[in-house]
């Protein structure tokens, strides 16, 4: 009953990439788990994302082999680059004419399910995300075009890294269809 892997890349390869998501970087700064950005990867890889940009402290799969680990090969297929500081990610994304979206609890914040992505008129968007204890320090919200929260009931107000990435891409998916 289950696709081969062989269906899965013939279904994959003839699929259309949605629109939200083929303009879409994923920014993981500051990210202290290998392990969470291994499975950012994964999900970068799932939702078609082309590019991921690391900063700060975050390992990379050259530093640290659990990234590679948890990544199980995604991070061959997805382009990422390293920017030991914010500024030179920030520079970076200017030039690739992105507006940058930091997915963090703010004052400023607006659900991410009320976001109408559609009304950006932008070749590029670049989702942030932070540390998992501290999330973004202030250098990357003031930088940020925007700030996204993602609606949570619970009492914990918090999901790992890989979720929210999650949640963010298929949010994507949904409005680019």
């Not at 892997?5 to 788990?33: Q, V, Y």
């Not at 990379?60 to 659990?66: G, H, V, Y």
């Not at 949570?152 to 949904?174: E, P, R, W």
Request: proline residues 3%; neutral net charge.
């Amino acid at each position: 009953m289950k696709l081969t892997t062989e269906e899965l890349f013939i279904r994959h390869a003839k699929a259309d990439k949605p629109s939200l998501l083929s303009k879409s970087i994923i920014c993981l700064h500051n990210i202290r788990s290998a392990y969470n950005v291994g499975a950012v990867f994964r999900n970068a890889d799932a939702f078609g994302i082309q590019q991921i940009f690391l900063s700060g402290f975050t390992p990379t799969p050259e530093t640290n082999i659990e990234v590679s680990k948890t990544a199980i090969g995604a991070e061959e297929h997805v382009t990422w680059s390293y920017f030991a500081q914010w500024s030179d990610c920030t520079s970076k994304l200017q030039q690739k004419k992105a507006q940058i979206f930091a997915v963090e609890q703010t004052k400023k914040s607006k659900p991410l399910t009320e976001f109408n992505f559609n009304g950006v008129a932008i070749p590029n968007m670049a989702f942030v995300f932070g540390n998992e204890v501290k999330g973004l320090d202030d250098e990357v919200l003031v930088s940020a075009d925007h700030h996204l929260i993602i609606p949570q009931f619970g009492t914990k107000h918090s999901l790992n890294i890989s979720v929210a990435t999650g949640v963010v891409m298929y949010d994507l998916l949904c409005k680019s269809i």
